[in-house]
């Protein structure tokens, strides 16, 4: 079956980096986009952005340009999202979930950034 | 950016129907922005309910429908259930990776 089980959870400091995975299983890896989508706290979904796990090709979200970089490892079947620079309105649930309208998500990793 | 309203909260008795809207700032919502609809527990991943528009995953209850209505994306929840209870989303598309999600309705079952 399909599963996106994404790394744990992360705390930081503001001006750090982190960088999140998402390691999907149950299909063909290549074959459909996957997004980025964030939860703050008390606040609603944001679109972060895309990434082509078949060439690597990325498109985001213009909030976002210049501060986060999705990559991916096709051997792992593994896409990454790295956002820098972190502010302490950074702090959210991350959440990977597949094309192919959406149908999987994972579990969500929960950055804090925080002094 | 386009900014994407939905109304903040509403509250249904249970057997009830409620109707949620999505409307855009840019003019009306159509086909071509692909509404998706989604459901999101507290303390949960969101989940899929409706894409396309109209068209239900193979997950979603009959009791839950939508459309293009009236320049806007709705979804409807018919017979509502106390676990209908959660907020939904509306996803909208306007090309490249410009995907906006609306603001969120919370809906109480009462």
């Known amino acids: 079956q399909v599963q996106l089980v994404q790394s744990g959870a992360e705390v930081k400091k503001p001006g750090a980096s982190v960088k999140v995975s998402c390691r999907a299983s149950?299909?063909?890896?290549?074959?459909?986009?996957m997004h980025w989508v964030r939860h703050a706290p008390g606040q609603g979904l944001e679109y972060m952005g895309t990434?082509?796990?078949?060439?690597?090709?990325?498109d985001y979200a213009q909030k976002f340009q210049g501060r986060i970089t999705m990559t991916k490892d096709t051997s792992t079947s593994t896409v990454y999202i790295e956002v820098n620079n972190l502010r302490s309105d950074d702090t959210a649930v991350y959440y990977c979930?597949?094309?192919?309208?959406?149908?999987?998500w994972g579990q969500g990793t929960l950055v804090t950034v925080s002094s | 950016q386009a900014v994407v309203t939905q109304e903040p909260s509403v509250t249904v008795s249970p057997g009830g129907t409620v109707t949620l809207t999505c409307s855009s700032s840019?003019?009306?919502?159509?086909?071509?922005?692909?509404p998706n609809w989604f459901q999101q527990k507290p303390g949960q991943a969101p989940r899929a309910l409706i894409y396309?528009?109209?068209n239900r995953h193979s997950w979603t209850p009959a009791r839950f429908s939508a459309s293009l209505l009236g320049g806007k994306a709705a979804l409807i929840l018919s017979d509502v259930q106390p676990e209908d209870e959660a907020e939904y989303y509306c996803?909208?598309?306007?090309?490249?990776?410009?995907?906006?999600f609306g603001s969120g309705t919370k809906v109480t079952v009462l």
């Open positions: 996803l909208l598309f306007y090309g490249g990776a410009h995907y906006v």
């Open positions: 840019t003019g009306p919502v159509t086909s071509g922005h692909f």
């Open positions: 396309r528009a109209s």
């Open positions: 990434i082509n796990p078949f060439s690597g090709a990325t």
């Open positions: 979930a597949r094309d192919g309208s959406y149908d999987y």
């Open positions: 149950g299909y063909s890896f290549s074959n459909l986009y």
